[in-house]
């Protein structure tokens, strides 16, 4: 993966706080190819901002047995 760092992307939390949906629904998104994300040099998850609003324009159900926000 290219590394890239802008002012856009997002943590996991940040991205899960506009989603309105939990972190773990985030990871559970990203590793089913639902949400396109890279690892920083530090091993964390980072999403492009345009990736989130995507995500929230087409925005489902979450897979079964992943929570949202309550």
């Known amino acids: 993966m290219i590394e890239k760092i ?3 992307d997002m943590t996991v939390s940040e991205a899960a706080d506009v989603l309105r ?3 773990q629904t985030v990871r559970a998104w ?3 190819g639902r949400i396109e994300a890279y690892k920083n040099a530090s091993g964390r ?3 492009p901002e345009e990736e989130v609003a995507r995500a929230r324009v ?3 159900p979450p897979p079964d047995g992943v929570a949202r926000h309550a």
Request: charged share 15%; net charge neutral.
């Open 30 to 32: 990203i590793a089913v």
């Open 6 to 8: 802008l002012p856009s």
């Open 45 to 47: 998850w980072r999403i």
């Open 21 to 23: 949906v939990t972190d």
């Open 58 to 60: 087409g925005a489902a």
